[in-house]
Every structure is written in C-alpha cells, then in structure tokens.
C-alpha cells in the first residue's frame, strides 16, 4: 500500500498569511491521482482538489494544489477565518486508497 | 447529492453490526461508493470501496476479511457488514460517493458519519 506522510503536523499561522503543505507518498502515484480535503471540527471533509491540481466544485481559487510522482503540495493564497482547520491528502491511484495523517492550520 | 448513514451504535467485543447509507439526489445505481472511518481525534482510514455495479469490492488489508460491503440499487443504498468487532473497531464511519463507476478516484460527498462504539 503507498503511505503518504503530510508535514507538517501543525501549521500556526495569521489569517491573511499563506499556507503551504506537503504530502509526500512512499511510491509514485499513478496519473497523480490525488486529492485534498478539508476537516472542520464536527463535520464531514469536503473535497478540495482532485487529480493534484483541479479545483472542485464551489472551492474559492486561494486555495491550489501541484506537485506530480511523490511530492504534492495545498497552497492557501491567504488564509481566510473559515480556512482553519485539518487538511488531508488521498491518494486513488492504486487499488488500496489511502490518506495521510492531516496537517492541522490554526491560528496563531 | 445526500448521504445518510444510519446503523450504529454500542456493541460488545466480538459482536456484529450492519451500517446503512441510503443516498440521494443522484442516479446511485451508476457510482461507485466507498466507506471511510475516522477513529476518536485520529485521522481518516479508507475502509472499502464497491463498484456502481456492486461486481467489484476492494477492502483494506487491515481489515482481515471482517467487513463486507454491498450495495441494493433497487434501494439506493449502501451496506457495510461488520463482524468480529473489537476495541479499535470504535469509530465514525462514513460513505461518500465515487466520482464515477469505478472504486477509486476521490470522494465527494461525504455522508455525517454515524457512530460505532465497541465495548463490553
């Protein structure tokens, strides 16, 4: 199974400032299928990006995804009072799924 | 899109529980679907995945044949047999929807999860 590490485990930041955070997979994961959720306390993820790169339905354009292979990355442009909270990577590319650990974005 | 769980709730250690997600707002027979858990302040651990079909099931390793999933287009829901529960079995359990027929891709949406609580 392809393991993803996201770093790093918290991430304390001021609203306005720009959020950068890693998933890195143990294997190259096929057509970069991966996505990125958001958790906020008490609720569901929501789908932020899919196939690295592509924003999904409703998702304001601050926030992007990149990377290819093993090394992918979420960017928040600038962090808005409704962005702070736990972001999880998963990868679709092999016939087990798997996420990683989460990075938490708090307020600093 | 809606997606309800239903089914959990406390058992004991060594016991069964069958989950529900009755879905909504979309024709279910033609996406795949998938169960995802998400133990107590822990991260998310996909659990299982079904094709729109139901012809293909794909399960994580960690769950050592324990947990079946199925699905009954006719109802438009999704089932998770649980059996040999234990412990660390405690969690919320969610289903989402695949983005097509296949079992993989991403999730999107996501149900409220219902509660599995393992204990004697």
């Known amino acids: 199974e392809i393991v993803l590490t996201q770093s790093p485990g918290t991430l304390s930041l001021s609203p306005g400032e720009r959020a950068t955070l890693s998933c890195r997979t143990s294997q190259s994961v096929r057509n970069n299928y991966l996505a990125w959720y958001q958790q906020k306390p008490g609720q569901a993820p929501r789908l932020l990006m899919y196939d690295a790169s592509s924003r999904a339905t409703g998702i304001p354009d601050r926030f992007s995804g990149s990377g290819s292979g093993t090394d992918f990355t979420l960017t928040i442009s600038r962090l808005e009072p409704e962005d702070f909270a736990v972001y999880y990577c998963?990868?679709?590319?092999?016939?087990?799924?798997?996420f990683g650990g989460g990075t938490k974005v708090e307020i600093k | 899109v809606y997606l309800l769980e239903s089914g959990g709730g406390l058992v004991q250690p060594g016991g069964s529980l069958r989950l529900s997600c009755a879905a909504s707002g979309f024709t279910f027979s033609s996406y795949a679907m998938t169960w995802v858990r998400q133990a107590p302040g822990k991260g998310l651990e996909w659990l299982s995945g079904?094709?729109?079909?139901?012809?293909?099931?794909y399960y994580a390793d960690s769950l050592k044949g324990r947990f079946t999933i199925s699905r009954d287009n006719s109802k438009s829901t999704l089932y998770l047999q649980m059996d040999s529960l234990s412990a660390e079995d405690t969690a919320l359990y969610y289903c989402?929807?695949?983005?097509?027929?296949?079992?993989?891709?991403?999730?999107?949406?996501w149900g409220q999860g219902t509660l599995v609580t393992v204990s004697s």
């Open positions: 079904i094709t729109a079909t139901g012809s293909g099931t």
């Open positions: 989402a929807k695949n983005p097509a027929n296949n079992w993989d891709g991403w999730l999107d949406p």
């Open positions: 998963q990868q679709y590319g092999s016939i087990v799924l798997t």
